[in-house]
C-alpha cells in the first residue's frame, strides 16, 4: 500500500496559486520585469546616454527597435533602463511605507492610550489629501532627487498602512490566543511581535503588493510632472514628459513608456489578487 | 497534610465603570495544598473567573485589584513586577480556559505554541523545546505525537486541543493548574476522557488544581474540596463529600435540588426545581446578605447585615446568618 505524503499548508497554498491564471500571469510579467530591471545595463542595446543627432526622431525600425528620441538615444534602451528606476522606487517606498506603517500601527493599535488618539487623529487629516499631492508636498520640502523621490512616496502611503496595520491589531489583539500567549508568560513586545504580526501580515501583504503599481504610477506622474527624477537618467515618467512634445512626430517615445506603466501596473495588480485568493479563505480554516 | 502552595486572602477586583464599582471579587479567601483539587462552583457573574485571572494578574482596566494578597509558598504575588510575574506565569501557575479552538493561535504548528511556553521558561534550544514538546503530547494521549506536532490548531478535534491546551499548561511543571470550564465546550464522552487525564496527571505531576465550573456533577468528580461562590463572595466551602451530603449554605442546597434527576421517589412530581430569582445586578447589591431576595431560610438581619463566614465544623465554612446567631 502506497504511503500518501502529509500535505503540508505551504504546498497547499502554493497550488492553489498557481492553478489560478491570473496570478501565474502576475507572477511570470513580473519576474520578467525584475530580470530586465536587474540585467537592464547588459539587455539594453545602446548607452541609454549616448546621442546620435543624426538619427533623431526616428520610427520603430532596425536598428533601433523602438525609435529613437530629440536627442537620438535608442528608446528601447531608455525604456528598458527605466524599468529599473519605477521598479526600485515602487518596490523601496511601499516596502519602507509598510514597515513604518506597521510599527506604528501595531503599537497605536496595542498600547491605546494617548499615542493611539495621537496617531488616529494625524493618519485623518494626512488621508484626506490625495496622494500625489502629500508626495509633491514633500518634494517641495526635500528637493528632487531619486532618494527624495522614495522617501515623498513612502511618506504619502504611510497613514493608509498605519490604519490598515491598526485596525487589524485592534481585532487581532481581542483573540482569545493572544490571551493564552500571555498566560505562559509573553510580554507585551513578544506578543506583538511573535503573535500580532504575523496575524495582520496576510492583508497586508496583499495590499502592499497592489499600491506598489500605485507607487510606480505616481511615480511616472511625478517624474512626469518634473519633479521626480530628472533627465538624463531615464523613467518612464520623464520619457513620457519630454516624448510628450513631439507626439505628432513620434508618438512610440509617449507610447512605449506608457505602456510599460500600463503592464507593470497590471502586473502587480494579478499578483496582488492572486495573493488575496490564496490568503484569506485559507486562514479561516 | 501536604503543604499549602496558594492561598488568598480577603483577594478584592473591583471594576470601575462609568463612575460606579462593580465589586467582581469581593474578600475571596481560600487555599490549595499541593496536589489537591479546589472546585470553585457559581453561576455566570459569580466571579470565579475574576478571581482566576486575579491570581495571575491579568485584570486589564477598568477591573482593578484592589485589596487583598495572593500568596504563591508564601510570596504575594500582588506585590511581584511585571517581569516576575511573567516568569510566574505558564512556569508556575498557568491556566487553560473554554474554547480550546480559540485558544491556539491558527499561524503556529502545535509544536511551536507548547515550545513557546517551555522556551520562555527554560533555557533550551529550539530542538529541545520541539522534542519536550513531542513529549507532552504523548504524555495527554495524542496518537502519533511527532506527526501530529507538526499539524496546525484546524486540523485537531476539540477534544485534542484541549489536551495540547492542557499539555502547554503542564510543560513546566507547574505548582497550580487553573482550569476555567475547560471541558463546557466539549461534548460529554471528551469531557470524561479529559477529566480522567487531568486527575493523572495531577498525580504524575503533583501540580495543584483550581477547577473552575458551574457543572456540580464535574465538581463531584474531580474535587477534593469545593469553594460555591455567589456574587463575588465565597459563601460555603467545604470537603466535597461534606458538601454533598450536608450542604449547609441555602444556596448550595438550591444547586442540588435543581439538578435534573430521574425521580424515581416521587414520581408525579416531574417539575424542574429553579431558583427564584436572578443572580443580582452588582452594581446594585442589595445590603445585607447578596442571597436574601432568593433565598428560603431568611431571617430578619439577612436583609441589613451581610453575613460573615462561620466555621461550622474543621473544614468547612459557610457565610449565613443560619448558622451564626450572634
Same mark, same amino acid.
Given at each position: 500500500?502506497?504511503m500518501?505524503?502529509p500535505e503540508?499548508?505551504?504546498?497547499?497554498k502554493?497550488?492553489?496559486f498557481l492553478r489560478n491564471k &491570473?496570478?501565474?500571469?502576475g507572477?511570470g510579467?513580473i519576474?520578467?520585469?525584475t530580470?530586465i530591471?536587474?540585467f537592464a545595463?547588459y539587455?539594453?542595446?545602446y548607452?541609454v546616454?549616448?546621442q546620435n543627432?543624426?538619427?533623431?526622431?526616428?520610427k520603430?525600425?532596425?536598428?533601433h527597435?523602438?525609435?529613437t528620441?530629440?536627442?537620438?538615444?535608442?528608446?528601447?534602451?531608455?525604456?528598458?533602463l527605466?524599468? @529599473?528606476?519605477?521598479l526600485?522606487?515602487g518596490?523601496?517606498s =511601499?516596502?519602507?511605507?509598510?514597515?513604518?506603517?506597521?510599527m506604528?500601527?501595531?503599537?497605536?493599535? #496595542?498600547?491605546?492610550?494617548?499615542f493611539?488618539v495621537?496617531?488616529?487623529?494625524?493618519v485623518d487629516?494626512?488621508?484626506?489629501?490625495?496622494?500625489?499631492?502629500?508626495?509633491?508636498?514633500?518634494?517641495?520640502i526635500?528637493?528632487?532627487g531619486?532618494? &527624495?523621490l522614495?522617501?515623498?512616496?513612502?511618506?504619502s502611503?504611510?497613514?493608509? /498602512?498605519?490604519?490598515?496595520?491598526?485596525?487589524?491589531t485592534?481585532?487581532?489583539k481581542?483573540?482569545? #490566543?493572544i490571551?493564552?500567549?500571555?498566560?505562559?508568560g509573553r510580554?507585551?513586545w513578544g506578543i *506583538?511581535? /511573535?503573535?500580532i504580526?504575523?496575524n495582520?501580515?496576510?492583508?497586508i501583504?496583499?495590499? $502592499?503588493?497592489?499600491w506598489v503599481? &500605485?507607487a510606480? @504610477?505616481?511615480e511616472?506622474s511625478l517624474?512626469?510632472l518634473?519633479?521626480?527624477?530628472?533627465?538624463?537618467t531615464?523613467?518612464?515618467?520623464?520619457?513620457?514628459?519630454?516624448g510628450?512634445?513631439? *507626439?505628432?512626430?513620434?508618438p512610440?517615445?509617449?507610447?512605449v513608456?506608457?505602456l510599460a %506603466?500600463m503592464?507593470?501596473v497590471?502586473?502587480?495588480?494579478?499578483l496582488g489578487?492572486g495573493i488575496r485568493?490564496i490568503s484569506?479563505?485559507r486562514? @479561516?480554516? | 497534610?501536604?503543604a499549602?502552595?496558594?492561598?488568598?486572602n480577603?483577594?478584592k477586583?473591583?471594576?470601575?465603570?462609568?463612575?460606579?464599582?462593580?465589586?467582581?471579587v469581593?474578600?475571596?479567601? /481560600?487555599?490549595?495544598?499541593?496536589?489537591e483539587?479546589?472546585g470553585?462552583v457559581?453561576e455566570?457573574?459569580?466571579?470565579?473567573s =475574576?478571581?482566576?485571572?486575579?491570581?495571575l494578574?491579568?485584570v486589564?482596566a477598568p477591573g482593578k485589584? =484592589?485589596? $487583598?494578597?495572593?500568596?504563591?509558598?508564601g510570596?504575594?504575588?500582588l506585590?511581584c513586577?511585571k517581569q516576575?510575574?511573567?516568569?510566574i506565569?505558564g512556569s508556575?501557575?498557568?491556566m %487553560?480556559f473554554?474554547?480550546?479552538?480559540?485558544?491556539?493561535?491558527?499561524?503556529?504548528r502545535?509544536?511551536?505554541q507548547?515550545g513557546?511556553a517551555i522556551?520562555?521558561?527554560?533555557?533550551?534550544t529550539?530542538?529541545?523545546?520541539r522534542?519536550k514538546?513531542?513529549?507532552m503530547l504523548?504524555l495527554v494521549g %495524542?496518537p502519533?505525537?511527532e506527526?501530529r506536532?507538526n499539524?496546525?490548531?484546524?486540523q485537531m478535534s476539540?477534544g485534542?486541543?484541549?489536551?495540547?491546551?492542557?499539555?502547554m499548561?503542564?510543560s !513546566?511543571?507547574p505548582?497550580?493548574m487553573i482550569?476555567?470550564?475547560?471541558t &463546557?465546550a466539549?461534548?460529554v464522552?471528551?469531557?470524561a476522557?479529559?477529566?480522567h487525564l487531568?486527575?493523572q496527571?495531577?498525580?504524575?505531576f503533583?501540580?495543584?488544581?483550581m477547577?473552575?465550573?458551574?457543572d456540580?456533577?464535574?465538581v463531584?468528580k474531580?474535587?477534593?474540596?469545593v469553594?460555591?461562590? #455567589?456574587?463575588?463572595?465565597?459563601?460555603e466551602?467545604?470537603? =466535597?463529600y461534606?458538601?454533598?451530603?450536608y450542604p449547609?449554605h441555602p444556596?448550595?442546597r438550591?444547586?442540588l435540588e435543581s439538578?435534573p434527576r430521574g425521580?424515581?421517589?416521587?414520581?408525579g412530581?416531574?417539575?424542574?426545581k429553579?431558583?427564584s430569582g436572578?443572580?443580582?445586578?452588582?452594581?446594585?447589591?442589595?445590603a445585607? !446578605?447578596s442571597?436574601?431576595?432568593? !433565598?428560603?431560610?431568611r431571617?430578619?438581619? !439577612?436583609a441589613?447585615?451581610?453575613p460573615v463566614?462561620?466555621?461550622?465544623?474543621p473544614?468547612q465554612?459557610?457565610?449565613?446568618?443560619?448558622y451564626?446567631h450572634?
Amino acid at each position: 500500500m502506497e504511503m500518501m505524503e502529509p500535505e503540508t499548508e505551504r504546498g497547499k497554498k502554493i497550488r492553489a496559486f498557481l492553478r489560478n491564471k &491570473t496570478s501565474i500571469v502576475g507572477l511570470g510579467l513580473i519576474v520578467v520585469i525584475t530580470l530586465i530591471a536587474v540585467f537592464a545595463s547588459y539587455i539594453a542595446p545602446y548607452d541609454v546616454r549616448a546621442q546620435n543627432l543624426a538619427e533623431r526622431l526616428l520610427k520603430p525600425g532596425w536598428p533601433h527597435l523602438l525609435g529613437t528620441d530629440d536627442f537620438g538615444r535608442d528608446n528601447l534602451s531608455r525604456a528598458i533602463l527605466g524599468t @529599473r528606476i519605477s521598479l526600485a522606487v515602487g518596490v523601496i517606498s =511601499v516596502l519602507i511605507s509598510v514597515f513604518l506603517g506597521m510599527m506604528v500601527g501595531m503599537i497605536a493599535g #496595542y498600547f491605546g492610550g494617548k499615542f493611539d488618539v495621537l496617531v488616529v487623529g494625524i493618519v485623518d487629516i494626512l488621508m484626506a489629501f490625495p496622494t500625489i499631492l502629500l508626495s509633491l508636498t514633500l518634494l517641495f520640502i526635500l528637493g528632487p532627487g531619486l532618494s &527624495t523621490l522614495i522617501i515623498a512616496i513612502a511618506f504619502s502611503f504611510f497613514p493608509r /498602512f498605519i490604519r490598515i496595520a491598526r485596525a487589524s491589531t485592534l481585532s487581532v489583539k481581542e483573540e482569545k #490566543y493572544i490571551e493564552g500567549a500571555r498566560l505562559v508568560g509573553r510580554g507585551d513586545w513578544g506578543i *506583538l511581535i /511573535f503573535h500580532i504580526l504575523p496575524n495582520i501580515s496576510g492583508p497586508i501583504i496583499v495590499i $502592499g503588493t497592489l499600491w506598489v503599481a &500605485t507607487a510606480i @504610477r505616481i511615480e511616472a506622474s511625478l517624474s512626469f510632472l518634473g519633479f521626480g527624477v530628472n533627465p538624463p537618467t531615464p523613467t518612464w515618467g520623464n520619457m513620457i514628459r519630454s516624448g510628450v512634445t513631439f *507626439l505628432q512626430i513620434n508618438p512610440w517615445l509617449v507610447v512605449v513608456p506608457g505602456l510599460a %506603466i500600463m503592464v507593470t501596473v497590471i502586473a502587480f495588480n494579478m499578483l496582488g489578487d492572486g495573493i488575496r485568493d490564496i490568503s484569506d479563505p485559507r486562514l @479561516r480554516g | 497534610m501536604a503543604a499549602t502552595i496558594l492561598q488568598l486572602n480577603e483577594l478584592k477586583t473591583h471594576f470601575y465603570i462609568d463612575g460606579a464599582v462593580v465589586p467582581a471579587v469581593d474578600g475571596v479567601s /481560600f487555599s490549595i495544598r499541593r496536589g489537591e483539587t479546589l472546585g470553585i462552583v457559581g453561576e455566570s457573574g459569580s466571579g470565579k473567573s =475574576v478571581t482566576a485571572l486575579s491570581i495571575l494578574r491579568l485584570v486589564d482596566a477598568p477591573g482593578k485589584i =484592589v485589596g $487583598g494578597k495572593v500568596l504563591l509558598e508564601g510570596t504575594d504575588l500582588l506585590k511581584c513586577s511585571k517581569q516576575e510575574m511573567r516568569k510566574i506565569r505558564g512556569s508556575k501557575i498557568s491556566m %487553560i480556559f473554554q474554547e480550546p479552538m480559540s485558544s491556539l493561535n491558527p499561524l503556529f504548528r502545535i509544536r511551536d505554541q507548547i515550545g513557546e511556553a517551555i522556551g520562555l521558561h527554560q533555557a533550551v534550544t529550539r530542538r529541545e523545546a520541539r522534542e519536550k514538546a513531542v513529549e507532552m503530547l504523548r504524555l495527554v494521549g %495524542i496518537p502519533s505525537p511527532e506527526s501530529r506536532a507538526n499539524n496546525f490548531p484546524h486540523q485537531m478535534s476539540g477534544g485534542m486541543q484541549q489536551r495540547i491546551m492542557i499539555a502547554m499548561a503542564l510543560s !513546566c511543571r507547574p505548582l497550580v493548574m487553573i482550569a476555567d470550564e475547560p471541558t &463546557t465546550a466539549l461534548d460529554v464522552t471528551i469531557q470524561a476522557q479529559i477529566l480522567h487525564l487531568m486527575d493523572q496527571l495531577k498525580n504524575d505531576f503533583g501540580t495543584a488544581i483550581m477547577y473552575i465550573t458551574h457543572d456540580l456533577g464535574v465538581v463531584a468528580k474531580v474535587s477534593q474540596n469545593v469553594a460555591v461562590m #455567589y456574587a463575588g463572595k465565597i459563601v460555603e466551602y467545604a470537603g =466535597v463529600y461534606d458538601l454533598f451530603d450536608y450542604p449547609a449554605h441555602p444556596y448550595t442546597r438550591a444547586l442540588l435540588e435543581s439538578i435534573p434527576r430521574g425521580n424515581k421517589t416521587d414520581p408525579g412530581n416531574q417539575r424542574l426545581k429553579v431558583i427564584s430569582g436572578t443572580v443580582p445586578n452588582l452594581l446594585h447589591l442589595p445590603a445585607g !446578605c447578596s442571597f436574601y431576595p432568593r !433565598c428560603g431560610d431568611r431571617f430578619e438581619i !439577612c436583609a441589613r447585615e451581610a453575613p460573615v463566614e462561620v466555621e461550622m465544623k474543621p473544614g468547612q465554612y459557610v457565610r449565613c446568618w443560619k448558622y451564626n446567631h450572634g
